[in-house]
């Protein structure tokens, strides 16, 4: 069945929200929702996850997931501000690794004691292969590490989310140097993208318009075996890990992996306020 997909671009992190949509019954999950973040000052905004709700409001669809395909380094979620104004009944997903990414960046910003590794701030961590309804259609969730330990792509329909798994042809593959990640599991799990039907669609989680092209985020599994730079059918492994890592090792860190990476891991819940009734993100030295 085909999916009624909306993208919504986020030209300061570019990233792609996703709103995915039984075309029957209007049933609806959104994909990677971004929380506007201004790192000068510290403060964060609604602005983008607003167009998504009005957007959802305007159209009568029935939001059941919030979901994530990973731990963003690039982007903070907006998924608690979203379920704020849509209802408890909205449920958070995300893969069932996500205690290993939690596990890693709790001790690199020693977090609070308390803190639960445990993936326990989402409703649903989704295993290899687990699927959920949506309206007519199905949420089925594909491990794919190698940019974190954690990554999922979701297979709705005729479409599948990549996240960072995958970008456009021109774009190549999502980084793997952050702890955890490895460009030898990447391949394994792109091979499971590019082995799905010809036609299926890959929507992907970030475009940076390399070149000057217009900003894009739909291509087909045909497009990307034929003509992804990174890898395309005829990429053996050892050729894209040798690239992959020499890449990654001349990438700058995101401008907000710090802020970001601090509040993915509590599924965008902010660090508990201290006596001053502030909350803050720590910045650790020398240690990334």
């Known amino acids: 069945m085909k999916a009624d997909i909306t993208a919504f671009f986020d030209k300061t992190t570019c990233t792609v929200t996703y709103v995915v949509a039984d075309p029957a ?7 990677d929702p971004v929380l506007d973040y201004d790192a000068k000052s510290g403060r964060t905004g ?8 009005a957007f959802i409001a305007d159209s009568g669809l029935r939001p059941e997931w919030i979901l994530e395909t990973h731990a963003h380094a690039d ?5 608690q501000y979203l379920r704020g104004e849509l209802g408890q009944g909205v449920k958070l997903g995300i893969g069932a690794a996500i205690p290993n990414v939690q596990k890693t960046f709790a001790k690199i910003f020693n977090t609070e004691p308390d803190f639960a590794t445990d993936g326990s701030q989402w409703d649903h961590l989704f295993p290899d292969g687990g699927s959920v309804s949506l309206g007519d259609l199905t949420i089925l969730a594909l491990h794919t590490p190698g940019h974190t330990p954690a990554c999922v792509c979701y297979r709705i329909g005729d479409a599948v989310f990549t996240g960072d ?9 999502g980084r793997c140097d952050f702890p955890g990640g490895s460009a030898t599991a990447l391949y394994t799990s792109v091979q499971r993208i590019l082995a799905l039907p010809t036609e299926t669609r890959i929507f992907v989680g970030h475009d940076y318009g390399p070149g000057g092209r217009a900003f894009a985020w739909e291509s087909t599994v045909a497009q990307q075996r034929a003509e992804n730079i990174h890898l395309r059918d005829e990429t053996e492994r050892q050729a894209f ?15 907000l992996i710090l802020p970001a990476v601090q509040l993915n891991i509590r599924a965008g819940h902010l660090p508990p306020a201290e006596d001053n009734g502030l909350s803050y993100v720590k910045i650790p030295l020398n240690a990334l």
């Open 25 to 31: 019954g209007g049933a609806c999950a959104i994909i």
């Open 46 to 53: 609604t602005v983008g996850a607003d167009d998504v709700l």
């Open 75 to 79: 982007h903070i979620t907006a998924a």
């Open 241 to 255: 890990v040798s690239m992959r890592e020499a890449r990654d090792g001349e990438l700058d860190f995101p401008n």
């Open 165 to 173: 798994t995958i970008f456009m042809p021109d774009m190549g593959s």
